[in-house]
Each structure stands twice: as structure tokens, then as C-alpha cells.
């Protein structure tokens, strides 16, 4: 066969590309039910990590995540454990934040008056800006942050130490700091209305 025809051409183009597909494919076969297990593995320390709840190592987390119920409430799946004589909840979320979705969980104390910890588990946000959403800075202002009226306020950084509901804004991201407020009023409400007899 002549390798500058295009029969050749198109059989060779073929035989590379499903070799390559194939192997593609093996792998992800081979690979899936790991992938599957470090997913878990990921929301269980998010979990834990929106209820303030530390962890050392994965075992530690498989252990703590077997005491936290998983409850179903008009239905929202809730995560909820009973620590020192109070019922925390932990809520997983998705929003759009400024270029895609932002995914996380926010933990709660059962009457919503006060988060308990924020989590984020993945997010598009622009690196350096919106994507500082993920850091520890940000999200250290959501420990045990007593809310006002039921909600938060993002507001240009500033004085928010000690004031209810207000959260230092992520600078030069002000978009992405508006989603978070607007996703996380909108889940305080819905979680509000699903715990409404239990408070």
C-alpha cells in the first residue's frame, strides 16, 4: 500500500486513534473504583470539615464519618451530629459563582442563628481573585460566625471581627464574593424550612 494515498492515510489515522481510545479506556476501567473511593473520601473530610469536626489521617475521617447521621429532609440530604448538648447540621451546596459552578458545604447550628464552618469543595473561580474563595482566610471568617437576621453580608473588607452576619469580601473578586453570599442566604433559607419543626 502506498503510504502517500489516502486509504493508507485514514486505516493508519484509525489504528493509532483506537489504540490510543483503548488504552484510554483501560485505564479508566482500571482506575474507576479508586477514583470513586478518593471522592468519597473527599466529601467525608469536607463533612467533617464544615462541622468543625479535625481529622489526622483518611482512617481517622472514615471513623468520625460513621457518627455523623445522614437525614433527609424535603428533600436535601443533611449531615447531623449531636456535640455538646447541640445538633449541628452540614448542608453540600452548589451556586454559580462568576465562571462556573461553585461546590461546598456549609455547617449549621440547627436553629441557622450561627454557621458552624464553611468547605469548599471545588470552584472555576479566576485563580488569585475569585479562586482566594478556597483559601483558609476566607473561610476562617465563617467559624462559628453568629449570622444577622438569619443571613450573611459580604461587605468590602473592612471591620467585620465581632459584628453579626458580615464577612470581608475577597478583594478585587467582588462577584465572586456576592455568589457566595447569595448561595449561602439562599441554603440558610432552605435549610430553615427543612428544620423548621426540629427547632
Known amino acids: 500500500m502506498n503510504k502517500q494515498s489516502l486509504p493508507y492515510t ?7 486513534c483506537f489504540a490510543f ?15 470513586q473511593l478518593n471522592q468519597q473520601l473527599r466529601l467525608q473530610r469536607s463533612v467533617l470539615s464544615a462541622l468543625a469536626i479535625d ?8 471513623r468520625l464519618f460513621d457518627d ?3 437525614v433527609e429532609r424535603d428533600g436535601m440530604t443533611l449531615y447531623r451530629i449531636d456535640r455538646d448538648d447541640e445538633v449541628l447540621y452540614a448542608r453540600i451546596f452548589a451556586g454559580s459563582g462568576v465562571w462556573g459552578t461553585i461546590n461546598g458545604v456549609v ?5 441557622i442563628s450561627r454557621t458552624v464552618a464553611l468547605e469548599i469543595i471545588d470552584h472555576n473561580e479566576t485563580p488569585g481573585l475569585g479562586g482566594r474563595v478556597d483559601e483558609p482566610e476566607f473561610k476562617r ?3 462559628d460566625k453568629p449570622l ?27 462577584g465572586t464574593s456576592k455568589a457566595i ?17 426540629e427547632v
Open 10 to 16: 485514514v486505516v493508519f489515522s484509525f489504528i493509532v
Open 21 to 35: 481510545v483503548f488504552l484510554l479506556s483501560l485505564t479508566h476501567q482500571a482506575t474507576r473504583e479508586q477514583v
Open 55 to 62: 481529622y489526622q489521617d483518611d482512617q481517622e475521617v472514615l
Open 68 to 70: 455523623i447521621e445522614t
Open 107 to 111: 455547617g449549621v447550628d440547627q436553629d
Open 141 to 143: 471568617q465563617f467559624l
Open 148 to 174: 444577622d437576621d438569619g443571613k450573611i453580608d459580604v461587605v468590602r473588607e473592612g471591620d467585620t471581627e465581632g459584628v453579626d452576619g458580615r464577612i470581608d469580601a475577597i478583594t478585587g473578586a467582588t
Open 181 to 197: 453570599e447569595t448561595i449561602l442566604n439562599r441554603e440558610f433559607e432552605r435549610l430553615r424550612d427543612a428544620l423548621r419543626g
